[in-house]
């Protein structure tokens, strides 16, 4: 099958300044989160690699972005780490060597005709604000992020058009305080919910402070949902699936594009008794600064079911107690990630923001395939075949282009990721780039056979799939 592409549909990648900078140039007091939790438990990291030394993006920025230039990337994503853009939180007190970096990558991007994107934060929250004020439990925080917002606009939305506030806001708070699976593994549910306001928050306060600016642009956020299926038609799966997506996915989707709150949300948090604390002014902000755009990120589907057990009353509330995950017989699997395959997911988030999100302008920000080994499939001239990839992200672009035809509002598709980079944990173990790293031989860099593959459907604006 062959598919047109439209004329301006953004075909690009996406990345992050934690999982490719390196510490390189780093200042004293300068850790970010993902650092501290590095420093803290490097075991739990492949093989010990983490965001010490990345991919070297810092000095090696040109190389990747003339890459990017051979391919015809329309679009790269990447963060401006928060961490390192000042050498005092509260006084606000830029790093002129790390602010001059991030010009000259905006500037090269641009010579190279790739429009930058740039998110303000990816996992990237300061250590000391999380040491001084326990992170986004604090209003204090949201305050100095609507102030770095404002100050990172004057430097560079000049020439950044596209802003995004956040980067998957709910993942990391869930995974340390709902899931309690990552350092510092604290369990505090109620602060989960307290984490997950502030970042809304800090989104509208950071979309009025743009606004204000009055800059030639627009800004969106990031979020993650999990496209979510219920085992069954039952009444009892169906509710299962619902109260999911209430608590992981609408959490965001809702106030992002609506300006409020779901109600049965709210109800549900004052039962369990971890409604955030919040006033009715925050919710006025929330309500009157909603984002002009979203990026998406999907790679796989979330399924689930009525739960087959009671929940257990001396542990603390999760909203487990209202679902059980489920296994699709038969589904096809990356076994490398454990994640299932089920590129219809695209389809399927296309038509609820458009039947429930009045349509908003979308892309997808990230989608990808992490393999394990992928030195298995090098050929003699070293070039990774990996036809794996590109049958994944051609029948997720294939859905994606569909959607469009049946008038989705989806501006384009980013792929996870540029280059290999490091992922929390996952180190280098599972590849994902368009590009390869050579991590025991200088970072060195090389175009796989997917990098190949985009440039051509990039070049001839056509996708071909099979039937």
């Not at 560079?156 to 990552?182: C, G, H, M, S």
């Amino acid at each position: 099958m062959i598919q047109n592409i439209p004329k301006d549909f953004i075909l690009g990648a996406a990345s992050s300044a934690w999982q490719t900078e390196g510490w390189q140039g780093k200042k004293e007091g300068q850790d970010s989160y993902l650092d501290s939790w590095y420093k803290e438990e490097y075991f739990v990291w492949h093989e010990g690699y983490g965001p010490d030394v990345a991919t070297n993006f810092m000095e090696k920025y040109q190389e990747d972005i003339d890459h990017m230039q051979e391919i015809g990337l329309t679009h790269y994503r990447t963060s401006i780490n928060w961490s390192r853009f000042f050498t005092d939180y509260e006084s606000l007190t830029v790093d002129e060597d790390y602010a001059k970096h991030i010009s000259d990558m905006i500037d090269a991007l641009i010579k190279a005709g790739v429009e930058p994107m740039l998110c303000l934060e990816h996992y990237e929250l300061p250590a000391y604000l999380l040491e001084t004020y326990d992170g986004w439990s604090s209003k204090k925080v949201v305050e100095l992020f609507t102030s770095y917002a404002e100050i990172a606009f004057e430097r560079y939305a000049d020439r950044v058009k596209n802003w995004f506030v956040f980067n998957e806001p709910v993942v990391v708070q869930t995974r340390v305080y709902l899931d309690a699976i990552r350092w510092p593994h604290e369990q505090n549910t109620k602060k989960w919910m307290q984490w997950n306001h502030h970042k809304v928050l800090a989104t509208a306060k950071a979309v009025e402070v743009y606004r204000k600016g009055n800059y030639d642009g627009r800004i969106g956020t990031i979020l993650n949902p999990e496209v979510t299926y219920a085992r069954s038609s039952s009444e009892a799966d169906q509710k299962a699936a619902h109260i999911f997506d209430l608590f992981f996915n609408r959490v965001f989707l809702d106030p992002a594009v609506k300006g409020a709150y779901p109600e049965e949300l709210i109800e549900l948090l004052k039962k369990h008794e971890i409604l955030f604390d919040h006033d009715e002014e925050e919710l006025a902000i929330i309500k009157e600064n909603t984002v002009d755009y979203l990026g998406i990120n999907l790679y796989f589907p979330k399924r689930v079911q009525a739960p087959k057990h009671d929940w257990n009353p001396e542990t603390p509330f999760h909203p487990e107690q209202y679902y059980d995950s489920f296994e699709l017989p038969g589904r096809r699997m990356n076994k490398s990630r454990g994640w299932e395959i089920y590129p219809k997911l695209m389809y399927d988030m296309a038509m609820r923001i458009k039947e429930e999100y009045n349509n908003i302008p979308w892309l997808i920000t990230e989608n990808g395939m992490g393999i394990e080994q992928e030195e298995r499939f090098m050929d003699d001239k070293g070039v990774v075949q990996d036809d794996y990839r590109i049958e994944f992200l051609g029948e997720h672009i294939s859905w994606l282009l569909k959607a469009v035809e049946e008038g989705s509002s989806c501006e384009g598709y980013m792929l996870w990721a540029f280059t290999d980079c490091v992922s929390p944990m996952n180190a280098f173990k599972n590849r994902y780039g368009l590009v390869r790293i050579d991590i025991g031989n200088d970072l060195t860099r090389s175009m796989k056979q997917s990098g190949h593959w985009y440039k051509e459907m990039i070049k001839n604006r056509t996708l071909e799939t099979k039937d």
